[in-house]
C-alpha cells in the first residue's frame, strides 16, 4: 500500500479479520482497514465475494487473503480465526460485520416472522458472540486485541414492522458492552458502531418491502432511500468509507482507552 493512499492511522504490522467483508459495508471495512496499513483476512458466507475483495486488497498493494465462514457456527468461527492466524500469525483486530435482515423471504412480509426473529439473532447477535469466543484467548494470551461490533441505528430504537432487526442491533450494542467489561483486565477494547442509512444491498431490500407496504407504485427503491436522509441533519447519505474510518479509528491505538462504546455514524441522527 503506498504512502500516498494511507490514511493518517497507521495500523502497519497489524493483522484484520472481517466477517461479513464480501460485500457492502464490510467491504467498505476492508478497504480503510488495508489503506491505514493493516492486513486484512476477509470472510463470508459468500467465499467467491470474499476472494474477489481480497484481490481487490492486492491489487491495490495490500496484503489480505480470505476464507468462508458461516457465524451461526463455532465451529465455523473457530476455523475462520485458526485459518487467518495460520497465515499472518496473530490476529490483532476483529471486526463483526456479518449481518441479515431476516430469513429467506423476509422483504415480501409486513411484520417479522419467527424465522426472521431467529436467523437475525442466530447471525447479529450470536454471530458476534461465536466471532469473539474464538478470538478471545488468542488476544487474551497476547495482552491486547481491538474488537469492532457493527451494529446499527436502528438499534438505538425500535421500527415497527422491523422490530427482528432492530432487536438484534439492540442487542449487539448490549453484547459489545458485556464483552467490553470481560476483556478489559487483558487490555482488549471492545467497541461497537452504529451507521445509519447506507445504500446497500440490505437498503435495497427494505426500500422494496416498505414501498410494497406502503403501496407506492411510483417510487424506485433508491428514491425511497433518498427521502430517508432529507430529515438527517448534515443532510447527506453515509458511506461504507464512512463507516471503515470510524472502524479504523476504533482499532487503532488512538482509542485505546475507549471501551464499551456505540458510536454512531449517522449525520447527526441520532444524537446522545
Not at 437498503?203 to 403501496?215: F, M, P, Q, Y
Not at 417510487?219 to 470510524?246: C, H, I, K, M, W
Request: glycine residues 12%; aromatic residues 6%; negative net charge.
Amino acid at each position: 500500500m503506498s504512502t500516498e493512499s494511507r490514511s493518517y492511522i497507521d495500523l502497519s504490522g497489524r493483522t484484520a479479520v472481517v466477517t461479513g467483508g464480501g460485500n457492502g459495508i464490510g467491504k467498505g471495512i476492508v478497504h480503510r482497514l488495508s489503506a491505514a496499513g493493516a492486513e486484512v483476512y476477509v470472510a463470508d458466507i459468500d467465499d467467491s465475494a470474499a476472494s474477489a475483495v481480497a484481490a481487490e486488497v492486492r491489487a491495490s498493494g495490500g496484503t489480505s487473503d480470505s476464507g468462508a465462514v458461516d457465524v451461526t457456527e463455532q465451529s465455523s468461527a473457530d476455523l475462520m480465526i485458526s485459518n487467518a492466524i495460520d497465515r499472518f500469525g496473530k490476529v490483532d483486530i476483529l471486526v463483526n460485520n456479518a449481518g441479515v435482515g431476516g430469513a429467506a423471504g423476509w422483504t415480501e412480509r409486513e411484520e417479522g416472522s419467527i424465522e426472521d426473529w431467529q436467523a437475525v439473532f442466530e447471525v447479529n447477535v450470536l454471530g458476534i458472540v461465536h466471532s469473539i469466543k474464538s478470538v478471545s484467548q488468542h488476544m487474551i494470551d497476547r495482552g491486547s486485541g481491538k474488537i469492532v461490533n457493527i451494529a446499527s441505528g436502528a438499534g438505538r430504537r425500535g421500527s415497527p414492522g422491523f422490530a427482528h432487526y432492530s432487536s438484534s442491533k439492540a442487542s449487539a450494542i448490549n453484547v459489545t458492552q458485556a464483552f467490553a467489561y470481560k476483556l478489559a483486565s487483558s487490555k482488549i477494547n471492545v467497541n461497537s458502531v452504529c451507521p445509519g442509512i447506507i445504500w446497500t444491498s440490505l437498503w435495497e431490500d427494505i426500500s422494496a418491502r416498505r414501498l410494497k407496504s406502503s403501496r407506492d407504485t411510483t417510487s424506485t427503491g433508491r428514491e425511497y432511500f433518498e427521502r430517508r436522509f432529507e430529515g438527517v441533519p448534515l443532510g447527506r447519505e453515509q458511506t461504507p468509507d464512512d463507516v471503515g474510518n470510524a472502524v479504523v479509528f476504533l482499532a487503532s491505538d488512538k482509542a485505546k482507552n475507549i471501551t464499551g462504546q456505540a458510536l454512531n455514524v449517522d449525520g447527526g441522527s441520532m444524537m446522545n
